[in-house]
């Protein structure tokens, strides 16, 4: 009988006990991030999309071949000695067309492996995640400037090029000669 | 009030209608959808949520978007439930908690009717829910269904008990069961309520505040057993049967059982209000006799009655949030081991006072 209203006792007690810890937690602000609308802070180093600065790209393919996965394409064309292609924003002079710089984002496993070997700091990691698509082909991300016929003429100018050079090269023997 | 309609239409039939009818589009409906969104509101701030905040201001307007989908639903039957008895069960689901609102006092001015019987009504009346929703179980021919509707008849059966005690308690002190009556014996102010020992300034008053507060704690608990919700959900527990009774049902009939389960939260917090802390009446008397409008008393009445049953709705919902679920034993023994016999020796208790006062 006494442990009869000692149980209902600490039923009781317990049950306000819990009341009150949840009446509490209706005072407390709420967590939620309502995301669309506000997006939590990322840290500083946060890895997210790849991002290219072509115009610094001298196209030298040490980040493709730091890529554990190899998502990154890259395709060079030699210029001709007369063209000049500037130079980039650190004061290197770039000597190749880049005709093609792919990222496969869909294959990229965030470990930053690529930015480290790269002399001109062009390509990097950046904070944007937002990047979903409805094709997988989408996100296949080009980064390179030239235009498909550009790529085209460039090939063309260097194929040129090399026969040009082979041509004399197969002049100069027979003249010494 | 019903007097104004018959002489307003000229017609008892049209009258009997339209009286019937207010209590549902005037409260029930407005109820539910205020309900559903403080719930859904509540139990997010109690876990530290946002709950709704798109549709509408802080989404207000989300309970109305839902019912809209509820309403172009497909309404599905499976093959092979009973037909009859499958479309009947919402049906009278709602209508056992819509009856119990034919008895409820709403002000002086306006009761569905005002009848002698009404706390012995309401208490046969909400049976007819136990009926429907074992007829819901059975006729969806599914087990989860049919287990969760029996576990729902046993608790509502055996729950009927301690709350039917303890309204005899406060009807042998009343000495009526009508709902009117016992909002007037209660009148104007809180020391007058049953829950702090009833009319009158004796002795009696104070010996028999103990035995009233536990008398309220026997019925709030008791008649949340009644309408199923939690710590006592388990005819509709959702991890271990789907969802009980209504699982199988779909569109504007799951509707039904929602709305009912909505209206008989409302109905037995409406009882609690009317035996326990005073029914309509203003705790602290009313503006509308002050100022002389002797029209504003009704309206003052009908905000009283409802806040006072919101509070219980809240409690409710905060005891939702707080406690876990009981098992099937566990709920069978706190009902036969412990509300009834509290309830007994509560009743023979305040008899004593009663008669020896």
Redesign the interface.
């Known amino acids: 009988m006494k442990q009869y209203l000692i149980d209902?006792y600490i039923a009781?007690k317990t049950?306000l006990i819990?009341?009150k810890?949840?009446?509490r937690?209706?005072?407390?602000?709420?967590?939620?991030i309502?995301y669309p609308d506000e997006k939590p802070s990322l840290p500083e180093r946060a890895r997210n999309r790849l991002y290219v600065n072509i115009d610094d790209c001298i196209g030298c393919d040490q980040c493709s071949r730091a890529c554990p996965v190899s998502c990154i394409t890259i395709e060079t064309v030699k210029s001709l000695p007369t063209e000049n292609l500037g130079t980039t924003s650190q004061g290197k002079k770039k000597l190749l067309w880049v005709t093609k710089f792919d990222i496969d984002i869909s294959k990229c496993c965030f470990c930053s492996l690529c930015v480290y070997p790269c002399p001109t700091d062009c390509i990097k990691m950046t904070d944007v995640y937002e990047y979903s698509e409805y094709e997988r082909n989408n996100l296949i991300f080009n980064f390179s400037a030239l235009t498909p016929e550009e790529v085209v003429e460039k090939k063309a100018n260097f194929e040129k090029m090399q026969a040009e050079k082979a041509a004399q090269k197969t002049v100069k023997p027979t003249e010494n000669k | 009030m019903y007097e104004i309609i018959t002489n307003l239409f000229g017609n008892k039939v049209i009258a009997y209608s339209i009286t019937a009818l207010l209590p549902l589009l005037l409260f029930i409906l407005p109820f539910a959808i205020v309900a559903v969104y403080l719930e859904r509101k509540i139990s997010a701030h109690m876990q530290d949520r946002l709950g709704p905040m798109r549709v509408g201001y802080h989404g207000i307007l989300q309970t109305v978007a839902d019912i809209l989908k509820l309403i172009q639903k497909e309404d599905i039957t499976a093959e092979g439930n009973d037909k009859f008895l499958f479309n009947l069960a919402p049906v009278l689901v709602f209508a056992g908690s819509y009856a119990v609102f034919a008895a409820i006092p709403f002000t002086s001015v306006y009761i569905g009717t005002n009848t002698d019987l009404g706390l012995f009504y309401i208490v046969a009346v909400s049976g007819i829910v136990v009926a429907g929703i074992l007829m819901a179980g059975w006729a969806s021919n599914n087990k989860y269904s049919l287990l969760g509707s029996m576990r729902s008849v046993a608790q509502i059966v055996s729950y009927e008990i301690p709350t039917a005690l303890v309204i005899l308690t406060i009807v042998m002190l009343s000495g009526t069961l009508n709902l009117n009556t016992l909002a007037d014996i209660q009148t104007q102010y809180f020391w007058n309520w049953y829950i702090f020992g009833g009319p009158g300034l004796g002795i009696d008053k104070f010996l028999l505040l103990p035995f009233m507060i536990i008398g309220f704690i026997i019925i709030f608990i008791s008649t949340l057993a009644e309408v199923n919700r939690t710590p006592f959900d388990i005819p509709e527990a959702e991890s271990e049967l789907v969802a009980g009774f209504h699982t199988e049902y779909s569109g504007m009939k799951f509707a039904m059982f929602f709305l009912a389960e909505y209206a008989n939260m409302f109905a037995v917090s409406a009882i609690i209000v009317s035996i326990f802390f005073g029914g309509y009446h203003s705790p602290i008397g009313y503006l509308g006799n002050t100022i002389g409008f002797s029209w504003l008393v009704p309206i003052e009445q009908v905000f009283w009655f409802i806040s006072k049953g919101m509070i219980f709705i809240f409690i409710q919902m905060w005891l939702r949030w707080t406690l876990p679920r009981l098992r099937v034993d566990q709920l069978m023994t706190l009902c036969w081991k412990y509300l009834i016999p509290y309830a007994f020796v509560n009743l023979i208790i305040v008899g004593l006072i009663n008669l020896l006062k």
């Open positions: 209902t009781l049950v819990g009341m810890i949840t009446f937690h209706l005072f407390i602000p709420s967590v939620t309502q």
